[in-house]
Every structure is written in structure tokens, then in C-alpha cells.
């Protein structure tokens, strides 16, 4: 005797070996054997055998037609017997039974199911629902697989074409469009990026890598709504000094400048003159909002997204010729010795003599002319004093650090001329060391003021946002520890407040602490322990994070660009490590496949024999390796 039952959704059979009240003891054709409830079973048979049954069942199921056997059945729940008898005729056979069963338990639209052999027939209301929906989803499949294959063949529908950037950033994985390209990507064996880009999606592959920033980060825009700088409240004297800025050519947002005035004792007297957003840009305004929504000006070559409004920029940038509020530190010290003899924070206004820019000056300015007192600089009475200074207070960071700083290393400008979303624009590299006079000068006093100014808010018990470095391990606290990378007990960053956030925190905080001396843990924005400062760090760290990513990527894909329209096809590079290697003239590291093994700092010569500008690579090959005498250099200009 044989069993027919249900296990797991599906239709089983076997021969029964032993009976119990509620169990059967099954053996399947397998040999297999295993207990059955008798719940489970549908019915039993002795002819024909099972290898028999089910493959003539299940080939005759499919003659039944649904909708005639849909109009057989009885209005009630009904099971197999009375529903063959129905259908037939005549009370079924077995193989009879076994094929309406599975024709039955195939079509959950028509039948509902009720267990142990028994259905119900679907209310007409229902089943009219539930084919629509079928014919729906028939057509949604039809849809898909015609999109799939237009896709494969390079053609982009209209309708994955409008969602393309959404499937590679947030894509709905039940979607049409996402089956679609899922599909298309598995038989053409690539990624959604690459085949979106290849079918047109975007123009190039500059628009699809900014694209996918901006939707992750920007999905609003990135510009602003106009906006009113509110007044500042209180009366500023005007600063009765000369000072200068110096920035790049392509800087808009000038947060600093520097003056100098010989006393009559030798010392001299520096102003680090720092913009002051923070008088206007209070905690919790809306201008606050703004700002901490994005935590940084987003920097790229050819183009930048700003931390600050424009209005904001222009109130406080500090451009030439007019009186702008500032926050200063004056510093009195020995130029010889670098020894800081006292120092005070003011806030006031300041008019800057004028903006200094890199491009102009150097040439001018180098270590060779500034060490030769004949020589006339540009500036000449601003500029050798400061470095004089600069190249003191340099030693004193060296005392304390045990080893000079290495800023040796060549460091690149990025100018794109023309339309920065074009990349069939022009790009220029301009190559400038890190230790370059005007450079070393400029950072030489950040260092100073962002230290001096931590030591403030310290001395004042107020908490600010720090970045210290001991042992190695770089981190941002609200904490004054030492930095010993750089040589300064403390390291407050507060000298770019219109372009970094924590500069703006920190701003406000020194403002409370120059106008409320010992007063100000009273009336300073952020009290000791405050959770909103660690949440400060914590948001500030991961986009910041996120913007210098970005920034990477966008001087690669226009480092490529250079590498194209310079025609490079051979140049020169160090080796890094094991398979890593820098290029020689310009800002590119690469690996390198077939590198033989090299000593670190090796110069060898590869050939570039293909670029990828959506995975921001390029194809190359070892050539040679140069001989430490050899001084070859690319042929394009840098």
C-alpha cells in the first residue's frame, strides 16, 4: 500500500511500512524511511506505483484548463473526492485524483487552499483582483526583461535612464528598473556604474563622480536661500595696523592676515588677524544651521561648495581696503630667540593693506633672496621680519618635537581652465614645495595662533575642540594635550572659521573668554562636559572625512585628465612600497602589476598604456629602473 502526503508545501509519495494511531512509517523510492502524520495525508492507493504516478500526474495537470475547472467547483470548501467527481464525472481514480490535486494546488489565484487535500474556490470579486494583478505583474515582468536586454545591448530606456542616479546611490532593489540593470549587469558581467556609463547615462565620468556625491551628500542642492547677516551688537576699534593676506589665486574666503611692527626694544610686535564670523554666526542661529549641516567649505579642483553663505563670505572675508571685524592675537617676542614674551586677544576691525597671492610672489620670494638682506622684496619691511620670527619660532617646535619638520615633499595645484564640470577643459598642475618661504610663514603663525589660543581657552575653563597628537595617534578632543607631531603643548583649531566649522565653535568660545575674562564659563556657548561639542567632533570628523575623499578622487580624475592631454605615455616615478609607486611630476600613486621587487625610494620608468577614469586608475607597465645619477624629467611642462 502506498501514501499520498503533504510535507513542506509539496506533494510526496511512499510505500507504508508500519501504521501507528497517529504516525505511518514511510520507506520513499529513494529507500529513504521517515514518520508521517496522519494529518498529512491525503490518501492512500495501491496502484499505480509512485515512480509511476507523479510523473503521468504532473504532465496531465497542465491539460486542465483553470478557468473551466474554476466554474466546476462547488461554491463551498470541498476536498479532492467530491471535486474529481465533479469534474469527471465519475468518482476518480487514483491517478485521476493525483492530477487534480496538483492542478488545484498550482493555482492559489483560483483555489484557496485549506488543508489536507481541501480548497476553496476564489469569490469571483477576488479572483477578477487577483488576475489583474497577475496580468499586472506578467507585464511588469515582460517590461523588465525587454529593459534588461535594451540595456545589455547598450540602449538605456528612458525610464532606467531618469532613475540612474538613484540606482547607484539609494536603489529600490524591488524596483523595475533595478531588476533591469541587475539583469543586464549579469550578462554583461560588469557593475551598475560602469554599464550605466557605457549605455549613456551621464556624458563622462566626471559628471557621474560628482553626481554621486552630490545626490549622497546634496540631494537639496548645494546652494543657499538668501540670507540677512544680522548686525553685530557691539562698537569695534579700528585696528591702526598694516597687514596683508596671502592666499592662492583661486582663495575667495580670506579668514587671515598678518601685520608686524618693529618696538623700539628689537622685539617684535606680529597681529594674527583672524576673520570673525562668529560675532554674527551665533550658536543655534539659523546661519549656525547652515554651517554645521555641512561642517566644511567641500574643496575641488576647478570649483568648491561652501561651508558659509555668501553673504556671510562677504561680510567677513577679509578683502582689501575695507574694515572688516576680526579677532586678533598680538605677539610680543624676541626675533632672534623665537621666545614669545607676552601676548593679548583682541576683537576689532581691520582694513588689510592687501591680498597677497601666491602666483605673484614665489618667485620673489625664496630662501636664497631672504637670506640676502641686499636684495629689495616685494613687502620687503612686512615680509623679513615675519620670517625672521618664523624661522625662530620654527627652531623653538623643533626643540620640542627632537628632529627637524620634513616639508620637502612637492605638493600640487590644481587649475582648471574653463567650465570645471567639462573635463574636455584645460587642467594645469603647478608644482609648489610644501617649505616654500611664503608657505612656511603663513603656516608658521596658524601654528602659533591656533596653539596660543587653545592655551586661552584652557587657562579660561573653557572646553574647546582640539586636535593633539601623542604617541602617534592623531585624535580631536575638548581637551588641552599636546601635538607632538607639530611641537606645541595644545593645537585649537581657530584660524578658518569661514571654512571649517570647529574653527567657527572655537571662535566662540574665545570671544567669551577675550570680552568675560573669568567670568566667561558663565556666558561662554559650550559649558564644560557638553555632550553637544562631543556630538560636534563626532558629526565634524565623518564629513570631513567624506569631503577630503572627495577631493581625492577629484584631483585624480583631473591628474588622469593632465596624464591625457599631455600626451604622457612614458614618465618617471619612486617606488612607495612593494607594488605601490608615486609619479615623479604629479600627484598620482599607482599600482603597478609586475613590479619586480625594488628598494624603497627607487626611481624607475613606466609606460602608461591606458587610463579608467570611472574607477580612477590607470594601466601601466614597468620599463626600467633609473640609476640614482639620472636625472631625466618629463617632457610635458608642469
Known sequence: MYVLYEEDGAFKTGHIMAEADATLQVESESGKRSKVKRANCIFTFASPTPDLLMPQADSLANEIDLPFLWECAPADEFDIETMGAEYFGHPPDTLEKTTLLLRLHSAPIYFHRRGRGRYRAAPPEILSAALAAQEKKQRAAAQTEEWAQAIAAGQLPDEVAQAAMTLITKPDKNSQAWKALDAACTQRQTSPERLLLDSGAWPHALALHKGRFLANHFPRGTGFAPCDVPDIARELPLAEVEAYSVDDISTTEIDDALSVTRLSDGNLCVGIHIAAPGLAVTKDSALDKLARARMSTVYMPGDKIPMQPDEVIAAFSLDEGRPVPVLSLYVTANPETGEIISHESRLERLAVRANLRHNALDAFITEESLADPSIELPHNDWIRPLWQLALAL????????????????????????GDPDDPSSTVRLVPRLRNAPLDRLVAEYMILANSTWGGLLATHGLPGIYRSQQTGRVRMSTHALPHEAIGVPQYAWCTSPLRRYVDLV????????????????LVAPFKPRDADLFAIIGGFESQY????????????????????????????????????????HAPMVVRLAGLPALDRGQRITLQITGFDELALEMDCRFVSSIESEQTEELNPAT
Open 394 to 417: 620654527c627652531k623653538q617646535r623643533e626643540i620640542v618635537r627632537g628632529k627637524p619638520e620634513n616639508n620637502n615633499r612637492v605638493e600640487y595645484s590644481f587649475y582648471v581652465d
Open 506 to 521: 572655537n571662535q566662540w568660545q574665545l570671544i567669551a573668554a577675550i570680552e568675560n575674562g573669568v567670568s566667561a564659563p
Open 545 to 584: 572625512v567624506a569631503w577630503h575623499d572627495f577631493q581625492n578622487s577629484m584631483e585624480r580624475f583631473w591628474c588622469l585628465r593632465w596624464l591625457q592631454q599631455q600626451q604622457v605615455s612614458e614618465c618617471e616615478a619612486t617606488v612607495l612600497k612593494e607594488d605601490l609607486v608615486r609619479l615623479s
